[in-house]
């Protein structure tokens, strides 16, 4: 299986300030044919089921502020979100599509400073 | 618009069995393969199986031999037997569907599974 690793496990950012989260898998996500990165990311909140924001590695999924970018290629990712806002505070996973089984990261919890 | 709506959820002794289901609308569920995600309390998401549009399986191998995902397209649901249940699948169980490649921008509200004496 590959293995996702994100880092930090947390962090406290201050409102209008950028967080950056790091994703790295344990063999490429990239595939040549397409070129593209086989690479997600997701928000969760408490008691909320988790929400895509990025496929392909940095394309933002329908409805997501513009202030969430991703960025990367085979094996190492990074979600950014600029301009932190009281409602970005959650849960984040990073998600590899690549290879059966689906893996995801363990997690980044992202909090107001 | 596209609703997942689970069930079925419960608590259920080491050894038992339970059975999840997914109801979908909004899309071409015929046409779509199904997934089930979970999550331990306080844990990360944990891919269980999914079921291609052709009925094809594939599994985790936690659960590989003890879980079997079934759909009725009559019904638009897919299932998620679980059986031979260990206190470890405590978990909240959500099914999802992956409208493009591989990435989840649908899911159920999930549905929590018990598993203790």
């Known amino acids: 299986d590959i293995v996702m690793t994100q880092s930090p496990d947390s962090l406290a950012v201050s409102l209008g300030e950028r967080a950056t989260i790091h994703c790295k898998s344990s063999q490429s996500v990239f595939w040549n044919s397409n070129s593209q990165n086989y690479l997600a990311w997701y928000q969760q909140k408490p008691g909320q089921p988790p929400r895509l924001l990025i496929y392909w590695a940095s394309t933002r999924a329908s409805g997501v502020p513009d202030r969430f970018s991703g960025s990367g290629s085979g094996t190492d990712f990074t979600l950014t979100i600029t301009s932190l806002q009281a409602d970005d505070v959650a849960l984040y996973y990073c998600?590899?599509?690549?290879?059966?089984?689906?893996?995801f990261g363990q997690g980044t919890k992202v909090e107001i400073k | 618009e596209v609703q997942l709506v689970e069930s079925g959820g419960g608590l259920v002794q080491p050894g038992g069995s339970l059975k999840l289901s997914c109801a979908a609308s909004g899309f071409n569920f015929s046409a779509s393969p199904m997934h089930w995600v979970r999550q331990a309390s306080g844990r990360g998401l944990e891919w269980v199986g999914r079921?291609?549009?052709?009925?094809?399986?594939t599994y985790d191998v936690s659960v590989e031999g003890r879980f079997t995902i079934s759909r009725d397209d009559s019904k638009n649901t897919a299932y998620l037997q679980m059986s031979s249940l260990k206190t470890e699948d405590t978990a909240v169980y959500y099914c999802?569907?992956?409208?493009?490649?591989?990435?989840?921008?649908?899911w159920g509200q999930g549905s929590l599974v018990t598993v203790s004496s």
């Open positions: 999802a569907y992956p409208s493009g490649t591989g990435w989840y921008d649908y």
């Open positions: 998600q590899q599509y690549h290879t059966t089984p689906p893996t």
């Open positions: 079921i291609r549009s052709d009925y094809a399986t």
